[in-house]
């Protein structure tokens, strides 16, 4: 496993485009969340609340208020709804970007449409943004009657694949997908490793 990470490492600083993918996202089959989520992402899920409203608060403060108070349900913490799974499919999405980590980021990016899918994958779920210039990819399971649990790791620019959730600490991600809507679910992804607080992720059915 080391052996793979570290081939993975050196084709990115080669500027080689292909990233070397293990056979699966994750080390272990299983079917419960707990039983491979990392300490760190651990806690980023369980200060997730705390998270998006100093994420809000942050972006409201940089005179963002009119684009958050725009999007609705999708930027208030407490919007997810009872329901089923979200389905199998291909979903039209974007990425809106809050509370920026250091000096000279901004506060608050939306980024326009995407292209996502989610798939069968061993009795569960795997999710993946297609395009855009970071991609996020990976399985969600079964959580509690109101979100699911999102564990998978982050592709970058032109790489064909991503790193085995756990493998790269800086790669990984974790978040609840949440339905907040008839026809609309957000993933939340508190604590991002790169340039903001929340990351949120809106997905749609796309059209036929």
Same mark, same amino acid.
């Given at each position: 496993?080391?052996?793979?990470?570290?081939?993975?490492?050196?084709?990115? !600083?080669?500027?080689?485009?292909?990233?070397?993918? +293990?056979?699966?996202?994750?080390?272990?089959?299983?079917?419960?969340?707990?039983?491979?989520?990392?300490?760190?992402?651990?806690?980023?899920?369980?200060?997730?609340?705390?998270?998006?409203?100093?994420?809000?608060?942050?972006?409201?403060?940089?005179?963002?208020?009119?684009?958050?108070?725009?999007?609705?349900?999708?930027?208030?913490?407490?919007?997810? #709804?009872?329901?089923?799974?979200?389905?199998?499919?291909?979903?039209?999405?974007?990425?809106?970007? #809050?509370?920026?980590?250091?000096?000279?980021?901004?506060?608050?990016?939306?980024?326009?449409?995407?292209?996502?899918?989610?798939? +069968?994958?061993?009795?569960?779920?795997?999710?993946?943004? #297609?395009?855009?210039?970071?991609?996020?990819?990976?399985?969600?399971?079964?959580?509690? +009657?109101?979100?699911?649990?999102?564990l998978g790791t982050l592709v970058l620019g032109?790489?064909?694949?991503?790193?085995?959730?756990? #493998?790269?600490?800086?790669?990984?991600?974790?978040?609840?997908?949440?339905?907040?809507?008839?026809?609309?679910?957000?993933?939340?992804?508190?604590?991002?490793?790169?340039? !903001?607080?929340?990351?949120?992720?809106?997905?749609?059915?796309?059209?036929?």
């Amino acid at each position: 496993m080391r052996a793979a990470f570290l081939i993975s490492l050196a084709m990115i !600083s080669s500027g080689c485009t292909l990233v070397q993918q +293990p056979t699966r996202m994750l080390a272990e089959n299983t079917h419960d969340w707990r039983e491979v989520i990392k300490a760190p992402d651990r806690e980023r899920l369980r200060d997730w609340r705390k998270t998006f409203v100093a994420a809000v608060a942050a972006a409201r403060k940089a005179g963002h208020s009119a684009d958050i108070d725009r999007e609705g349900v999708l930027l208030e913490p407490d919007a997810a #709804l009872a329901g089923p799974a979200i389905p199998i499919g291909a979903y039209r999405c974007r990425v809106i970007k #809050l509370g920026a980590q250091g000096t000279g980021l901004l506060d608050y990016v939306a980024y326009p449409g995407f292209t996502c899918r989610v798939s +069968p994958q061993g009795g569960l779920q795997l999710l993946r943004k #297609l395009t855009g210039s970071q991609r996020e990819v990976g399985i969600v399971f079964p959580g509690d +009657p109101i979100r699911e649990v999102f564990l998978g790791t982050l592709v970058l620019g032109d790489e064909h694949g991503g790193l085995q959730y756990g #493998l790269d600490q800086q790669r990984d991600i974790a978040g609840y997908l949440e339905r907040i809507g008839p026809q609309r679910w957000r993933l939340v992804m508190p604590k991002p490793h790169f340039e !903001s607080q929340l990351d949120v992720l809106e997905l749609i059915p796309a059209e036929g």
